[in-house]
Nanobody
């Protein structure tokens, strides 16, 4: 099993910045994609940014230019730096990881979520 611990959420003013962190522990062998999704009230969960074990990144169109995802494989940690935050970025942000077993997909794990509130 893989356990995820998220940190860094909170209240920020419009135009501000936040850095989210997510540490994976447990059976982290084969960690592949790590990243972040978010869910705003009344909306579906959506991609924010992901990064795979090769360093390839994928960002939501709404976040391009406003966030940077990175990972530290030695620490099994993924980071999300967000800038120029807008009220529409208010949501619960969920850490996500998946694994590979050889060339086959392994399992997916979700974090408990961390709330980001952008006040105007």
């Amino acid at each position: 099993q893989v356990h995820l611990v998220e940190s860094g959420g909170g209240l920020v003013q419009v135009g501000g910045s936040l850095r989210l962190s997510c540490v994976a522990s447990g059976n982290t062998f084969g960690l592949d994609t790590m990243g972040w999704y978010r869910q705003a009230p009344g909306k579906q969960r959506e991609l924010v940014a992901i990064i795979n074990s090769g360093g390839d990144r994928n960002y939501a169109d709404s976040m391009k230019g406003r966030c940077t995802i990175s990972r530290d494989n030695a620490k099994n940690t993924v980071y999300l730096e967000m800038n120029s935050l807008e009220p529409e970025d208010t949501a619960v942000y969920y850490c996500y990881v998946d694994t590979m077993v050889g060339v086959s997909p392994g399992f997916e794990v979700w974090g408990q979520g961390t709330l980001v509130t952008v006040s105007s």
